[in-house]
């Protein structure tokens, strides 16, 4: 990404959940149906597009130098909302990177076919370092260099699942490249992990990431993982982890979910951060602000 700052100001959003439906009956076939019925009955009411408007300008008005994408742009990953998704991040004055979240491979026919980078693939340098080599399409984990001695590795654990299901998985194979790619960063330099999930196994299981234990045995051994970023449980929180050998975990929540909509401005340096956490009220307002100093 080729920034050359010694701080860096970061908007994590996620969770937009765009929706449309579909009027051909032969998409609805699948688990999508189930999704159409869930939205007109809970959710449409529950979602405001409104309210994502103001933020490129919002973003641009507070400096932020990256936007991270956290997923879940979609409902049930059809084409219409992919659409209207990459119409509102077209509207970015500001770099971004977008991973997947489970609702962006809703069904096995969106999973099987990527239909999500078609719509958002993540500018990437041309490869001057090792770890340029990996791409979330293509090996489901991408590193970035966001700034000197400061790097960003996001992750795409989604996978098309059942009816039943909105399971992620951390797999066997990307567990190796992760490690490959911690291997390639110097020693000293502080780490970003961007996740849909959580790592941890207290929500249902069957919303839960599958094998998330190994990324939390993963994270326990690596120190130079700061901030562990993720979305996908609408709940907004800020936990610092540190003491227990783990990193600051930041879920950004939902931005479009009305009466509890948020997402977090990050300010990052060598030494540590301070979040900004901004939610919905009218428009968007700064609520809380808390500073973490890296421990581990
Ligand atoms: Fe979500
Ligand atoms: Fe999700």
Known sequence: MGYNLATMRIAHISDFHYTRLTANPLRLFSKRLM????????????????????????????????????GDLTTTALLEEFEVANRFVKKLKTPWIAIPGNHDTYTYNSHRNRHFYR???????????????FTL????????????GTWLVALDVSRATNLYSS?????????????????????TDS??????????QNDR????????????ALLENEPRIRLFLHGHTHRRTMADLQPSGLPIVLDSGSCAQLGRASWNL????SSGCKVDVYRWLDKWNCIEEQEFTWKR
């Open 35 to 70: 999704g159409h019925v869930n939205w007109l009955f809970a959710r449409k009411h529950n979602f405001s597009e409104e309210i994502l408007e103001p933020l490129p300008t919002l973003f641009q008005e507070l400096g932020v130098d990256l936007v991270l994408l956290g």
């Open 119 to 133: 719509y958002f693939t993540n500018k990437r340098p041309s490869i001057s370092h090792p770890v340029d080599f």
């Open 137 to 148: 399409k293509d090996h489901q984990i991408e590193a970035y260099r966001l700034f000197d």
């Open 167 to 187: 399971r992620g998985l951390f797999s066997e194979k990307q567990e190796e490249r992760l490690i490959e790619i911690l291997s390639l960063i110097p020693a």
């Open 191 to 200: 780490i970003l992990l961007l996740c849909h999930y959580p790592f941890f």
């Open 205 to 216: 299981w069957r919303r839960n990431l599958e094998r998330g234990d190994a990324l939390q």
């Open 266 to 269: 990050i300010d990052i340096n």
